[in-house]
């Protein structure tokens, strides 16, 4: 017998922000700006975080830094996440002003890409607990009272899950919530995310534990808190082209066909960014808002070389029509 939690409606708490729901969109670099935040926000996201921005970076006042830190009026409550090696860097970020707007700061301890782990940055800090746990008492500290929280992998290889440990460390480090994606460093972005590890972990904190890894339905996410008994679900790739998944799982009836959401999604992009930007950023995800339909082989085609943003436009509506 399914012994699904009635819990889609549960708001989950983090220090004392309290969230509509606790149906989460994962920060995914090159993905997760503004304009696609915003749609996720509006479609029931309990909560979207921005994507990583560099601790060394923000002191060196790096524009293109800042600007990944841009936020929508609609981002209530707010969240950012910041990665780095060095807790008096990660501390002086934190209390740079552009930081004042965020409600929630994200630690990300589990980002693979060798230019981030090779300087001892992301997931690298799986295998560094002692050094983890002063990032996350000086992010703590330069954060308050504004709840921290981290994001990491279960471990870095499959010889050496350290989830559980790595979870006290966060709670005893005076993190507020923890995120884990069920996978190893060294699997990726492939492979099956393991629930049971998160279950343990779930059952050894106090603090909320959100769940992240292959959800990409309302099914999914009844499985997985049922799973692990998490107090929240954080989806990724099961959010892209399909950001009505939070609506979905939340019961909010907002039926929009896709031509809608794709339309929506240019034209926020349209408002938020200047032309190459959005030219360059909207084609990886109008590749996955046509996903599946039938005669859009052609059209992604079309799309890759089309050379203005109007031209997108056109082009969707064409296609739309077609229908
Ligand atoms: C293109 C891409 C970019 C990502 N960027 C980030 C990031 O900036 N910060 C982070 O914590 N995780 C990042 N992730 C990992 C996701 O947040 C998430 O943990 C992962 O995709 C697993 O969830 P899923 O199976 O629901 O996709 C990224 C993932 C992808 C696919």
Known sequence: MKKYYNIAMKNLKIGNIELEGNVLLAPMAGFTSLPFRRQAREMGASLATTEMVSAKACLFGNEKTFEILDTHECEVPCACQIFGSDPDVIAEAIKLPIFDKFDIIDINMGCPAPKIVSNGEGSALLKDMDLAKKIIKSAVEAAFPRPVTVKFRIGYTKDNIVAVEFAKMCENAGASAITIHGRTTEQGYSGRADMGIIADCKKAVNIPVIANGDCNSKEDFERIIDETGADGVMIGRGALGNPQIFSEIKGIKNQKSRKEIVTCYLEYMKE????????????????????GLAGSTKVKTEIMKASNFDEIFCIINDFFNKF
């Open 272 to 291: 938020y960014f200047p032309e190459k930007r959005a030219l360059l950023e909207s084609r990886a995800h109008i590749m996955f808002f046509l996903k």
